[in-house]
């Protein structure tokens, strides 16, 4: 881990990475590509020292309020969250300050913030996104190796759930010849029914590769998956856009699975939704105006 002093922490979107790099190890990590520029190796954690300050400071002179996303590139459950606190103490200024947020994990460590996300939620909106990639408890182990479980993150769904706290999941990324079967899709989609999510992001049965995240993830097939890389190379050569074989079955398995369980599926509703603000106290009064 190495400490910087940040510029800036929201994104034009209102994005923010409170970390850089990430040890939870997934095989298949695009954070890892080169075109990001980072200057450090993946897994010694940029801290931005000062990220708390800015955000405090950019919360208190926006001008409107709207929902803070956090968690795309970066994990912010990572083990070193434990002693920094930054996420949690971030997720204070958001309720502080009245704010939503939609936040992205793997980690079932999120559940130590639950009264921030529960108390956010009352007021504004809180959305947790959770990525499930594979039903099997062994294979995720491999796929994954230092962050909870498919059934430990399906926990925390549950909770979720339970606390009416909506969720997201992203069902992505598929691995050809890894994970892009039937019998896993119907077991995540069944885990998202329990659940009852909001909404699956799935844009198709694949991954991306490119130069920084190629070279883990071949790495990684050696060692897992001998004589898989040869078929890789064989098929997709140097493209971005890996595309499973059984996209259109598994895709069509999607669309109407969710259909049937009215989970919204569609990718541009879904950002639309983590992206629309709500502020419960006004739609309150205005429902009384309204008597
Ligand atoms: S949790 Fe996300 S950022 Fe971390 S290794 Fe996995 S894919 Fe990469």
């Known amino acids: 881990m190495h400490k910087v002093m940040a510029k800036g922490i929201l994104s034009a979107h209102n994005g923010m990475n409170l970390y850089r790099g990430c040890t939870h190890g997934c095989i298949y990590c695009d954070s890892r590509s080169l075109c990001y520029q980072m200057d450090h190796p993946f897994t010694d954690i940029e801290v931005k020292e000062n990220a708390v300050v800015l955000l405090e400071n950019a919360l208190r002179h926006k001008r409107k309020r709207c929902m803070i996303g956090t968690?795309?590139?970066?994990?912010?459950?990572?083990?070193?969250?434990?002693?920094?606190?930054?996420?949690?103490?971030?997720?204070?200024?958001?309720?502080?300050?009245?704010?939503?947020?939609?936040?992205?994990?793997?980690?079932?460590?999120?559940?130590?913030?639950?009264?921030?996300?529960?108390?956010?939620?009352?007021?504004?909106?809180?959305?947790?996104?959770?990525?499930?990639?594979?039903?099997?408890?062994?294979?995720?182990?491999?796929?994954?190796?230092?962050?909870?479980?498919?059934?430990?993150?399906?926990?925390?769904?549950?909770?979720?759930?339970?606390?009416?706290?909506?969720?997201?999941?992203?069902?992505?990324?598929?691995?050809?010849?890894?994970?892009?079967?039937?019998?896993?899709?119907?077991?995540?989609?069944?885990?998202?029914?329990?659940?009852?999510?909001?909404?699956?992001?799935?844009?198709?049965?694949?991954?991306?590769?490119?130069?920084?995240?190629?070279?883990?993830?071949?790495?990684?097939?050696?060692?897992?998956?001998?004589?898989?890389?040869?078929?890789?190379?064989?098929?997709?050569g140097n493209q971005y856009e890996i595309v499973s074989p059984n996209n259109k079955t598994l895709m069509e398995l999607f669309r109407r699975t969710c259909k049937a369980n009215d989970i919204v599926y569609n990718y541009n509703d879904i950002f639309q939704y983590m992206q629309t603000f709500e502020d419960k106290a006004v739609g309150e009064q205005m429902s009384l105006f309204d008597l």
């Open 71 to 236: 968690g795309a590139m970066t994990d912010p459950y990572i083990p070193l969250e434990a002693e920094l606190l930054h996420t949690r103490k971030c997720l204070e200024l958001i309720d502080h300050y009245g704010f939503g947020v939609a936040i992205q994990t793997k980690s079932d460590r999120i559940l130590r913030d639950l009264d921030l996300l529960k108390r956010i939620n009352d007021r504004t909106k809180c959305v947790v996104e959770m990525t499930l990639t594979t039903y099997d408890e062994n294979l995720c182990r491999i796929l994954e190796p230092n962050v909870s479980t498919t059934k430990e993150r399906l926990h925390v769904l549950e909770v979720m759930r339970d606390n009416k706290i909506p969720t997201v999941v992203w069902l992505s990324p598929i691995l050809p010849w890894i994970n892009d079967n039937e019998e896993n899709i119907r077991g995540i989609l069944d885990y998202c029914i329990r659940a009852k999510v909001y909404g699956i992001i799935c844009f198709n049965m694949g991954l991306t590769l490119r130069e920084g995240n190629r070279e883990y993830f071949y790495e990684n097939l050696d060692r897992y998956f001998p004589g898989l890389k040869a078929q890789y190379i064989k098929t997709y």
